[in-house]
């Protein structure tokens, strides 16, 4: 049957709460995932050393807690296994149609329904309706790719960190890494030690604090699965302690200097050449871009077969690339940890809203959203973690569940008022977004001296929530309806 009530694009982390959440309300959903399996991000970073930079017992549903993490912050092996085990566990996986790539979705104005078209995994298009649209696709699925000149002429192993290819070995291998962000620093210590050689390319150095990672006893589990109690207190715990981290991030960016000392400690108690330090050390302020959390990154940078190369990366060629002193750097395999492009999987779907309103053009134009869910012209339609919903202090999945809270109930008064659509007033998202501007001016994001993914192309922060995830709740679970139209 090709009519629904309710359509999820994605299958990650979002998506699958989202579906939960509907069967639980007794709506009929689907779900199209373009990949052959669940997972989202989980599914397709499978670098080695890939893992949460959120502690384990925050990273999981708040309704599906697991008490068999084996480390305090979880390899992404395991968190994917976490996924696939909820999935069951919640009889998910007979809503989802895998294969299936959203080319486009269109609201009907005359049916007050959305068009879906799609490709199947035979490439056949197909076109489903559904009464409401729930965009789940995140904006960590589209690679980053650096402009390097002749990049795509290079004879070796080429891949991005997100597109790492099963069964790839760094082992003997005269290896190189472009760019010093979260994967990055996930990954160099992982390949460092079967390299025969590993070249770092360092366009902005980046604060590095110690993750203080460690196992779990397997008792600890254990009693975690006799007495869940304990495993709230903890959940409770970490929370409270990375929500005291707000301030710094979001108020008072002065107070990173502080924070900073710990980061230049664990700096010069890690790395042994003064020279290699200053070249490792940034510029900006802690916090301005997203912080890496590593026991072992800056360690590796003492091996001999680990080279630091800060300058401008300007050709490539079939056997390796060129900095801008002319250098040469034959390289067998090159791997791109240069993160992601947060807007380009949302632009991607093709959504067209009331009027033929395009959300692709509304990206480009600066997105204007009411909490990261609703959009002015798309009704009946709702994203999560869109705009200023991500974190920079705290597990993001707190967000995308209290969003998940504000759709079922977005979609429950709409039906107790027996309306046909529901949709945010344009007239509050304005105000709205004046207001996350104005916050945004005062935070480390803004006055930290860098720009990073967090910001568009005119500097605005269209990512992160300025300001507590408590403060974020408590807006978005207790909606006020006259902010919103009921219209047959």
């Known amino acids: 049957m090709n009519n629904h009530d309710l359509v999820v694009i994605g299958a990650g982390f979002s998506g699958i709460a989202m579906t939960i959440a509907a069967k639980a309300a007794g709506r009929d959903v689907i779900v199209l995932e373009r990949a052959d399996e669940i997972g989202g991000t989980w599914r397709d970073n499978r670098y080695p050393g890939v893992a949460c930079d ?86 960590l699925q589209v690679p980053t790719v650096p402009d390097i000149p002749g990049l795509e002429t290079f004879a070796g192993e080429l891949m991005h960190t997100a597109t790492w290819v099963p069964g790839t070995t760094a082992h003997g291998k005269r290896v190189g890494v472009v760019g010093t962000g979260a994967s990055a620093v996930q990954l160099i210590p992982a390949v460092a030690p079967d390299a025969a050689a590993l070249t770092v390319f360092q366009r902005t150095p980046t604060w590095v604090m110690p993750k203080g990672d460690h196992e779990i006893a397997e008792s600890t589990s254990e009693r975690y699965e006799r007495r869940p109690a304990l495993m709230k207190a903890l959940r409770a715990k970490i929370r409270t302690s990375n929500e005291s981290r707000a301030p710094a991030f979001v108020k008072q960016p002065a107070l990173m200097k502080a924070v900073s000392l710990r980061a230049r400690a664990h700096l010069r108690s890690s790395v042994d050449d003064p020279q290699l330090r200053a070249r490792l050390t940034p510029s900006h302020t802690l916090g301005c871009k997203r912080i890496p959390l590593s026991d072992d990154y800056l360690e590796t940078f003492n091996r001999r077969n680990v080279k630091l190369e800060t300058g401008e990366l300007i050709a490539a060629d079939a056997t390796g690339v060129v900095t801008a002193d002319g250098t040469h750097h034959p390289l067998d395999l090159l791997v791109l940890a240069t993160g992601f492009d947060p807007a380009a999987g949302w632009k991607a779907v093709n959504v067209f809203g009331r009027k033929h309103a395009s959300l692709s053009a509304r990206w480009d134009e600066g997105i204007d959203s009411y909490y990261g869910v609703t959009v002015p012209d798309f009704p009946n339609m709702f994203m999560l973690l869109g705009p200023n919903a991500e974190l920079g202090h705290n597990s993001v999945l707190l967000m995308m569940e209290a969003q998940v809270e504000l759709v079922t109930k977005l979609l429950a008064e709409r039906d107790r008022r027996g309306a046909a659509m529901v949709s945010v007033r344009p007239e509050v998202v304005p105000a709205h977004m004046a207001e996350i501007d104005e916050r945004s001016q005062g935070t480390v994001w803004l006055q930290g001296g860098c720009r990073s993914w967090y910001l568009d192309e005119s500097g605005r922060n269209r990512t992160l929530w300025p300001g507590t995830v408590g403060e974020f709740e408590r807006r978005v679970r207790n909606p006020e309806w006259v902010d919103y139209e009921f219209t047959s």
């Open 54 to 139: 959120i502690q384990s017992h925050l990273y999981s549903y708040s309704f599906e807690l697991n008490p068999d993490w084996s480390r305090a912050y979880a390899p992404g092996d395991e968190i994917q296994d976490y996924l696939l085990y909820v999935v069951e566990q919640y009889d998910v996986r007979r809503h989802v149609r895998f294969g299936a790539d959203v080319q486009q979705a269109w609201f009907d104005q005359e049916t007050s329904r959305w068009e879906v078209a799609f490709t199947g995994p035979e490439g056949r298009l197909e076109t489903i309706s559904c009464r409401d649209l729930v965009l789940a696709v995140g904006s």
